[in-house]
């Protein structure tokens, strides 16, 4: 509804969502975690298809100080308040962050960084001609080494000179 009123107001905008840590995967969130992956998804599409109007979707990934927090992981840190968090997402909400599209910011305890989109790790192999065997052969000469580890993690992301920027729009 805000996208389609804005489209219809020709000024562009900004859209705010909230996902969480747990979609990158956490123990005993397995239904939580896919409801916020898919807001993450929802955030990813929706910045592409608002782009043209001038409207930038974007998501922030709070470790907030939640019920469910506390009751699936009472040992852990609780997380940010909401006064804590509320900087950021009138950041993003305002023209200052006018260069951010597509973007989820996590904010945990004074940290805030980008989360890394959904990605195809490089090189790729191409196999017109897929068999098991030729697969096990490619999966264990390289592909093996290419996997990244289950749950969140820290990863280096390099972007591929122009060729990145321009799939980044």
Known sequence: AAARAMKDQGRGGAILNTVSGAQSGMTDMWAYGASK????????????????????????????AT????????????????????????????????????????????????????AITMPSVWMPDLTVR???????????GQQLPIGRSRQRIEILGELGASMNG
């Open 37 to 64: 992956g898919g807001i993450a998804s929802l955030t990813y599409c929706w910045a592409l298809d608002m782009a043209p109007f001038g409207i930038r979707v974007n998501a922030i990934s709070p470790r907030a």
């Open 67 to 118: 019920r469910s927090a506390r009751v699936v992981h009472p040992d852990t840190n609780q997380g940010m308040s909401p006064e804590g968090v509320a900087p950021l997402a009138v950041y993003l909400l305002s023209d200052l962050s006018h260069c951010f599209n597509g973007q989820i910011f996590m904010a945990v305890d004074g940290e805030i960084a980008l989360m890394s989109h959904p």
């Open 134 to 144: 030729g697969l096990a052969r490619v999966v264990e000469e390289g592909l093996a």
